[in-house]
């Protein structure tokens, strides 16, 4: 079970993941935190479970969540003016990948637009979702495959995952890799407040490096052959097709089907 004691040596926040739910198991932390939007939990509330039995990936996807991985799902409040929606998913990715790093001093890459990856393999997701009402509520949800055996996720999945154990043959403390995290997102979180999300997103396009790749992507249903072009600030992908057309893909609606990832570091 999570030690609250040993995450709360390593956090260095004001704010993010003080305030803290530990669970056995739950359906998914993404849907338990987005229940608690409409009560008075606090921006930085962050859910964290051994084991989801209902864990969601984008599009209604599965996310296989047994023991030994990191799975937790945090609340912002934010003032969508100062912190564009797009934004903090880029966020959630630097932030991640930049622990992930500092951990294990090995490379991570981000394959668009939100999956970390080792060697052309998945080692964690991120789902954001959000509700903009008179205030919006935004709830950010990340799967790391930590201590888990990649080759127990289902076999459709197994061959394509990877997580920190296989990859570096000793096992992880999850308290430290969370609290890390929070300490990192909540340092860019504020810098993402007080100067724009210009310097986020170059680190962001760093770690994607994908510009001048040949890629196919599916959206709404449909496939896309061509060149990454660029990306804009927003996160959206722009692919130029093989007739010449551009192609504006927004964060939430393309899924890379091949090169799945790009770089194979
Ligand atoms: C994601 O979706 O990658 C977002 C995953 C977010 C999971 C976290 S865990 C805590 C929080 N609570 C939740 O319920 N969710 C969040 P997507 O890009 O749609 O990728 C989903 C695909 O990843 C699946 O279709 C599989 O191919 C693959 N997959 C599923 N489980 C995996 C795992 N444990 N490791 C690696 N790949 C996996």
Do not use: C
């Not at 995450?7 to 669970?23: A, D, H, Q």
Request: charged share 30%; aromatic share 8%.
């Amino acid at each position: 079970m999570f030690d609250r004691e040993k995450y709360n040596i390593s956090l260095k926040t004001e704010r993010f993941g003080r305030e803290m739910i530990v669970v056995e198991e739950v359906a998914s932390t993404n849907l338990a935190v987005m229940d608690m939007v409409a009560t008075d939990a606090q921006e930085g509330m962050v859910m964290v479970t051994d084991r989801q039995t209902e864990g969601k990936g984008r599009f209604e996807r599965k996310w296989v969540s047994p023991s030994g991985g990191l799975w937790f799902s945090f609340l912002l409040r934010p003032d969508i003016r100062e912190v564009p929606l797009p934004a903090i998913l880029l966020l959630t990715g630097v932030a991640l990948v930049k622990v992930l790093q500092e951990k294990t001093e090995l490379q991570f890459h981000l394959g668009w637009p939100n999956d970390v990856v080792h060697k052309g393999k998945k080692l964690a997701g991120i789902l954001v979702e959000g509700k903009i009402g008179a205030s919006a509520a935004v709830v950010v949800g990340i799967g790391v495959n930590v201590n888990n055996d990649p080759d127990d996720l289902t076999p459709e999945f197994a061959s394509k995952a990877t997580s920190l154990k296989k990859i570096t043959g000793k096992e992880h403390s999850l308290e430290i890799l969370l609290a890390e995290f929070m300490n990192e997102f909540e340092r860019g979180y504020s810098e993402l407040r007080e100067m724009g999300s210009e310097k986020l997103y170059h680190e962001w396009k760093m770690l994607l490096g994908m510009i001048g790749q040949e890629v196919k992507l599916l959206s709404d249903e449909k496939e896309y052959h061509g060149i990454v072009k660029d990306f804009t600030m927003g996160g959206e992908m722009i692919l130029r097709l093989e007739d010449g057309e551009e192609v504006l893909f927004p964060l939430d609606r393309g899924t890379l089907i091949s090169p799945k990832y790009t770089k194979k570091l």
